[in-house]
């Protein structure tokens, strides 16, 4: 079969290369893809038009999305009376991703763990009927004073723009003057209607899990965790993500359990309870704190860089993994992982998140040909690899502990080079708090 997975940075390069280790897949394209990917198509993510012309023309059987702009755009429903499977969710619930006052309702709805949370301006956005009538404990949302909220709260807490918004809509804050400076920016930015959250500042270590679902059943993988922030020890502006690792040492058998309790089991009825049509991958970004594990929010999708990790980890089949979740075998699929860790360590281009230079020649590829690193932000132009965004490279390495494949990958990171080239040195080495 012939498989199309959309998007372009290291996470379609991962799931690119773990694909075409199937036997069953023919030919993997990538739309548009990197410097790093084969078989590069340049289309817009979002012209669905153009995907399926693309993918009619070349008899594609599958289509793999990537980011979440075009499934909270509809793809699987514009993709819906084709013989074309699509992996993810419909528009409907990509909301889950895509309105975080949505996800937030759903989830008190179904009873899975979060922190307190009030929306403002939240009226007109919301776009499922049944999640209107879910009563938040007693608070007068529509009415209720943001500058107020902020001073019950002394300035702990964390404001969210309810949209997408790459990662920049959220504003994590210790002050009252934070969170009205937050509060300014938003309306700047989104105008004085704009909806939003106030949320409590729930404090811990993050975990990222993941699980395949078909709508009724899952399937979860390692768990992993991402490290957003630019500096070392969590410093800095926050990024699309400067590494990863997995598994997480601190996944004891008890918090696994409390996670499928009061995290995954109540959210996966709940797509099922809302008749979700919902074939693909739901993350959960969860803060593990005194107070048990609560859900930060919802991806519909694979997150990046976690996916450089977590699928070099996946020993059984990925293909089959998704096809079982079209075929209603996703129960019986066996998932089995390799041993040991994995770490991935993100070469970025100086001065991102903030502006930076591209086009600059990335050396030492061709002599690292047959390295594990998955291309970002890169292009090809003649015989040579050039930067082309602020995330660069994912170098990724295994080790039979942790610190084995801390090891590995900074020495792998030697192995590559661009002028101005930056990355975090305590990937995989988070204090963790608890
Ligand atoms: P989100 O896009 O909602 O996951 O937020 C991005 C990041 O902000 C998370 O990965 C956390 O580091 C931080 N964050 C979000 N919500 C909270 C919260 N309620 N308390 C503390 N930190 C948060
Ligand atoms: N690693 C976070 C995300 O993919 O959104």
């Given at each position: 079969m012939k498989i199309a997975v959309i998007g372009s940075g290291g996470r379609e390069h991962a799931i690119a290369w773990k694909l075409s280790?199937?036997?069953?897949?023919?030919k993997v394209f990538v739309?548009?893809?990197?410097?790093?990917?084969?078989?590069?198509i340049q289309v817009n993510v979002n012209d669905f038009a153009e995907i399926r012309k693309f993918c009619e023309s070349e008899n594609v059987g599958l289509i793999l999305v990537g980011p979440e702009d075009p499934l909270a755009n509809g793809i699987v429903d514009f993709f819906k009376d084709s013989e074309i499977l699509v992996f993810g969710p419909d528009k409907a619930a990509a909301q889950l991703e895509g309105s975080k006052i949505f996800a937030k309702k759903f989830m008190k709805k179904y009873g899975v763990a979060t922190g307190k949370f009030w929306e403002f301006n939240c009226h007109k956005k919301v776009q499922n009927e049944n999640l209107q009538d879910v009563t938040l404990s007693?608070?007068?949302?529509?009415?209720?004073?943001a500058s107020k909220t902020i001073k019950q709260l002394n300035g702990n807490c964390v404001i969210k723009y309810?949209?997408?918004?790459?990662?920049?809509?959220?504003y994590v804050c210790s002050t009252i003057k934070e969170a009205e400076d937050a509060l300014i920016e938003l309306k700047e930015k989104y105008g004085e209607e704009v909806p939003f959250l106030i949320e409590e500042k729930l404090v811990g270590s993050e975990l990222s899990i993941l699980a395949f679902t078909d709508g009724e059943n899952y399937q979860v993988l390692l768990p992993s965790q991402d490290h957003?922030?630019?500096?070392?020890?969590?410093?800095g502006p926050n990024t699309g993500g400067m590494g990863a690792f997995c598994p997480?040492?601190?996944?004891t058998d008890d918090l696994k359990r409390q996670i499928e309790n009061e995290v995954i089991r109540p959210t996966i009825n709940g797509l099922k309870e809302e008749n979700f049509n919902y074939k693909g991958v739901i993350y959960f970004g969860l803060m593990i704190t005194e107070n048990g594990t609560k859900v930060l929010e919802y991806n519909v999708r694979l997150g990046d860089p976690e996916t450089e990790v977590i699928l070099p980890a996946l020993k059984s089949n990925f293909l089959k993994l998704i096809f079982s979740c079209f075929d209603g075998s996703l129960e019986d699929y066996k998932m089995e992982f390799n041993d040991g860790y994995f770490v991935d360590v993100v070469l970025t281009s100086g001065g991102y998140p903030k502006a930076y230079k591209k086009g600059i020649e990335i050396c030492g590829l061709k002599e690292n040909k047959d390295e594990l690193i998955f291309h970002a932000g890169t292009k090809k132009e003649e015989d040579k690899i050039l930067t082309n965004g602020g995330r660069v490279l994912n170098i990724v390495a295994r080790g039979e502990t942790l610190d084995n494949a801390i090891e590995n990958a900074y020495k792998k990171c030697n192995l590559f080079y661009f002028k101005d080239v930056f990355y975090r040195k305590d990937i995989g080495r988070r204090d963790f708090r608890i």
């Open positions: 280790q199937s036997k069953k897949a023919e739309l548009p893809g990197n410097g790093g990917t084969e078989n590069n007693g608070v007068e949302v529509q009415e209720r004073d309810d949209g997408l918004a790459a990662g920049k809509g959220v957003k922030q630019l500096l070392d020890g969590d410093k997480v040492p601190f996944y």
